[in-house]
């Protein structure tokens, strides 16, 4: 199971090449990418992203400084907040962006800014353990899990950084740090080993009719 | 004379091309036809390969989708790989059957089926962003062309109210799904009935086939995305379609059987099934939490109408379980006893069960070394978890009913039920009484044990009553005894060679048989440098999951990463893991390393437990709760930290605690004697399904718990 989502994301995450080069477009609302999920078949992308790890839901806050390049050094309220609660976001946190195809880009009228923004994002991680953490993106930029640092992007490196992590399954904030020529930028978590054949034994997130349903065309499996 | 040649001029002209059209269309059929003999009867992935590829660059009109379909869902299951699998899955997809044109007899079902618009004028005041007005689902039955019962057609009704902008926004998008091999779906509606009277139909997309790589999983089940455009407030949306039984076969031989829940995502007005069969067809029906059917008798057949009303939207939570545990629900089945259901699994499952010369020499080799009971049930069970590879093909009746063992054997693959069924196989060629078992796990939510019928089991092991020992063939690194968390406390109905059916259910493992234990023994020295050496066995499935990361993790640099949360200097000089191989009851990490944790000043804080749980943001992260909790079964877990201090540390103790509650059992103690400190704790947590109405105990449980737990001791050094 495994092997195949790592190597889903690899592709997503190297083939692309020509990300950082591309114009930031503007992110989609929840309803635009659902309207256009049903023209291009973008649901279809939507669960192949998250399946390859990749994180589809943002919310943005920023800018922040003054647009000097030691800005990016300072901590901001999303990083001393992040750092002081050191938990999951609350479901209460709204993540209003949506990138089916997990690239993050910002809205056209800040993509040219400078300052420094913050990205949240929430995932959950099904098992304790280690996890790895991938960026992909052309600027400055740190990534930051349930408030730690775990990943620092600087404007020399290049292709998709790595990095391992520690976590426990449940609720996970994810918040990445980045200046504009960092935009856009695509962040996926997956579990470092690939050994797992058998099915998923997690249990439901929810049981429904339409749960049964399905269940009742999966048969025993 | 003249106007005769004139007239069969004309008959000539018209007709010939229509002949012709339909002299090409039963080529082309026959070619398909041909092809999936071919294809059947091919002992080569080449030629297998070779005829996929004819079918695929065949010119397939919509009038030889019925032919497609047919030779698609008869070369699936003899599928010997994925590639092959997925090419007709894929082919299949691209031209499915259900033009409305082409259908005929469809019934109108007009006393059961709603007006949308009536349906919202009585729905008065409105619930939620989006409700279901109406949920219909007719199914009639008769016999098949054989004269078997539980050949179906279903004639499906919904239709929607959306209530704000935020319901416009998230429903924009339906699925309808259908099982291609059984079903033929043709769509009635699928429309937006604005308030002002028009009527916008949906797009609709092509037909998608399921598949899930990332977990080996295939199916025959196709999707349709509708989508709905320009959805507002106010609107109402209506789908009508029916299921068609794809041919005049009952696959089943008779037998028919549904689960309906009666509870979705939204709030539901109405939901109503009705099943419309022979009067002469002995149906049985659970109505869990529902009123009884009613029932209607009239020119030989028999009308059964369940009907709910003013249902409540299923709340969205993590770690709830099944809804059939909270939600109402219809069972239907043509079996009535668990004698029948027995002897007709037995029926399916006995003929594919003939081992193959290659099977039957493992077993003859397994007997020969003279092995105890138990011995040669792990040599089967190490057999199939190494020979086998997890891939499920879920084709049909193959959904329920095992791939013949001699099958599986050539293919190398299988999903539960392949393997369950080639490990009570082997069992019984060894001498092993076994038995093939059909699990719901406890994910699924529980169902009252008067239901029979495969559509309530989703997952399959096998049994051997003499040891009471559950075998998991999907468990990859687990040793007999080892089985996964959700297998645990799941419901089994377990099925021996004579056809005996009996409903079990599977015992968790106790606290006991699956712990992780932990013991450090570090010295602490007074530049507050620590030097540790620790310890940690796992026992039970916990140790298979051990042996599965440790075959490809970097050891040192996960125990690393755990210590460095809340030790980030820590070093690792030695780590070794020992007991990997499955004959090992027990895994034990032994790791040695050094923490320099003095970061300026004479304090220093060592963490009571490394165990970072944090259970309430696991297992009771909301506030409040609609839904059960049903808390995993995860290891008891004891650790002891020795230190050794240096002469002239302080040490400030916290208290103790020993909290034991029905949730579990959290002790932690701190001694002291000269320059020895021991901090030892314990943590269990009960694999309960734990009520709403409980949940506020639970939380605090956990948070009393991740309290004591992260609670930290303050040494000051000499």
Redesign the interface.
Known sequence: MRIVRWVCVVTLLVLDAGLTAQTATRPATHSEALSAAANVGETELLDASREAGLLTEWHLDGRFGHGKRKDFARRFTPEREAMKQATRSGPETQYELIFPDGKFSLPKNLASQKGVFYASSRTYLDNDGDWILYLESGGEAEVFVDGQLVLTRDLNASGVLRAKFHANSGYHSVMVKFTARAAPFRVAILPPNSGSRRKNNTPYVQGSASDEMLAALRGIS | MTRQKVFAGFLLFFLLPAVGFAAQAQSRSDKIQSIELQYLAATTPAQRKQFVNELKSLNILSEDAAALNRAVSAMLPAADSVEEAEELLRIGAANPVGRMESASNLSSDTDFLVNAQRAALAAHRAIGEVEALADIRIDHLRKDSLGRDGLVSAHVQQIWRINSVHG???F??RSV?Y?SMAETLYMVHARVLKNDGRELEA?I?AD?P?LE?????Y?D?RTR?L?F?QLDPGDLVEIEYHLLPASDLNPWAGYYA????????FPTRLRRRVVVAPSTMKLFAVEHRLRPAVVRQRNGETTRIWEARDIDA?A????????????P?LHISTIGSIEEFGRWYSSLLEPGLQLTENLRAIANKILESDLTTWGKVQAVYETVQRST??I?F?FGV???QPYAVAKVDRRGFG???DKAAMIVALLRAVGVPAEFA?VR?????EVVPEAYS??L????VAYVPALDLYLDG????AALGEL????QGGQAMTVDARGNATRRTITFASPEANRVSREIHAHLAPDGRVEFQSRTKYEGYFAAEQR??L???DLA??YR??L??FYPTVKIAHAVAEGTARASREVELKIDGSIDVVHGGREITLRSSLN???LT??YA??RLRKNPV?V?VIPSEHEVFDYDLPEGAEVALPPDTKLETAFGKIEVTYSRQASKLRVETYRELAPLTVAASDYAAFRAFCNAADKALQREVKVVLP
């Open positions: 416009a926004k998230i924009s998008l799904m099982s797009k997309s998608l399921v790589r990332s977990t080996s999983m199916f089940s995305d989508y455009p549904r689960m309906d829940l009666f509870r979705d995502s299923q969205f939570e993590a770690l709830t379980p099944g809804a059939s545990a909270s939600s629900y590879k997890y499920a879920e193959h959904s329920y999903d539960c039920k059909m796990t406890r994910s699924a939510g495969v559509q089991f989703n997952h399959a999907t468990a990859d690194y996964p968390p959700d297998d599965r990361t075959e490809s993790n640099g996960s990463a755990t460095a949360q970072a749980a944090g943001n696991k992260p909301e049903l995993p």
